[in-house]
């Protein structure tokens, strides 16, 4: 399991990081959310032991990360750390070496990879002469074929197209089976809500949310029912705690003050015709911006 436990991270006058906790136990996908300058890569380097914070630790299964350890800790960095002047091979083998494999055990791992990605015709090919998306399956590759106990994942679907994601999303699945402890940063809250149960968002380097994603959106509560039916608006009128009617198409969106309201609506319409009646989980994006907005 990894421990991030209190750090923080100033450059100068700018506060990178500020007072960051969190947990990601084995086989947990563990996102780390934030726009651009949050703190997302400062954390990782923090984490890596590239660079020291200011206070607090960090500790990969009850120890502190240093080099003894680094070798169970892949990395994927947002700006691509290839040898571009190597073959494919050349490239698995140098990383391959650095981290304790024999031979045997890179051929291998290689060649079920280069299948894995359909790219095993570019196993003698230079880096350099790979396009973007297939040099981050290489840079991918090299990080996980040791098998770590955690792996990093700065923004690691930047300039992937959408089958690309899947394949990627698909090896980080498998990963997770074999309890791995991934922890994936972007500014895509799309894919952080889908791939990960639990999550940090960072604003000026601060945890503004921190948690399972589950137990977030719970707190947050239901903010809006959707109605498909044979309803009017002056039947919502009158019901308290609704602060917006809008209808779109044949559906009636109704935004809501909490969830005690739901059954209000549910019963002041249960007689209609009603096709549709649901209750709408709040999404990553809509928790964000108000979680922001209020800062503000
Ligand atoms: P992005 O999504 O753009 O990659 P990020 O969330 O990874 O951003 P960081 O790169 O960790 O953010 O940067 C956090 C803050 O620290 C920013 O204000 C940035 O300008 C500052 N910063 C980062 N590295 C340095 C450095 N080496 N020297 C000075 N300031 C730095």
Redesign the pocket.
């Known amino acids: 399991m990894l421990k991030v436990n209190n750090i923080s991270?100033?450059?100068?006058k700018?506060?990178?990081?500020d007072g960051l906790s969190f947990e990601c136990r084995e086989g947990e996908i563990f996102g780390?959310l934030?726009?651009?300058?949050?703190?997302?890569?400062?954390?990782?380097?923090i984490i890596m032991g590239l660079?020291d914070a200011n206070q607090g630790s960090v500790t990969l299964e009850g120890a502190p990360i240093d080099y003894t350890k680094t070798d169970q800790i892949g990395f994927v960095t947002?700006e691509r750390s290839l040898l571009t002047k190597l073959t494919v091979e050349e490239q698995a083998q140098f990383y391959g070496a650095l981290k304790g494999m024999s031979q045997e055990e890179i051929d291998k791992a290689l060649s079920y990879w280069l299948e894995k990605f359909e790219i095993s015709s570019y196993r003698t090919r230079k880096i350099k002469e790979l396009s973007k998306g297939n040099q981050q399956k290489i840079q991918f590759i090299c990080a996980i074929m040791n098998h770590p106990k955690l792996l990093i994942l700065?923004?690691p679907f930047t300039g992937l197209d959408p089958i690309n994601v899947k394949m990627l999303k698909d090896a980080i699945y498998d990963l997770k089976k074999e309890g791995c402890s991934i922890i994936f940063?972007s500014?895509q809250m799309e894919y952080i809500e889908e791939f990960c149960e639990k999550l940090v968002i960072?604003v000026?380097?601060k945890a503004i949310l921190n948690g399972y994603l589950n137990e977030i959106k719970k707190a947050y509560g239901i903010k809006q029912i959707e109605i498909i039916g044979e309803v009017q608006r002056e039947d919502f009128e009158k019901i308290k705690g609704i602060k917006a009617i809008k209808k779109h198409q044949n559906k009636w969106i109704l935004s809501i003050q909490n969830e005690e309201v739901v059954d209000k609506v549910f019963q002041a319409i249960r007689s209609r015709k009603i096709y549709k009646f649901e209750a709408i989980e709040p999404t990553l994006n809509e928790i964000f911006i108000e979680k922001v907005g209020s800062l503000k």
């Open positions: 991270k100033n450059y100068g700018v506060q990178a990081v780390l934030g726009e651009n300058g949050a703190g997302k890569t400062t954390t990782f380097r660079i947002e700065d923004e940063s500014h960072l000026k380097g």
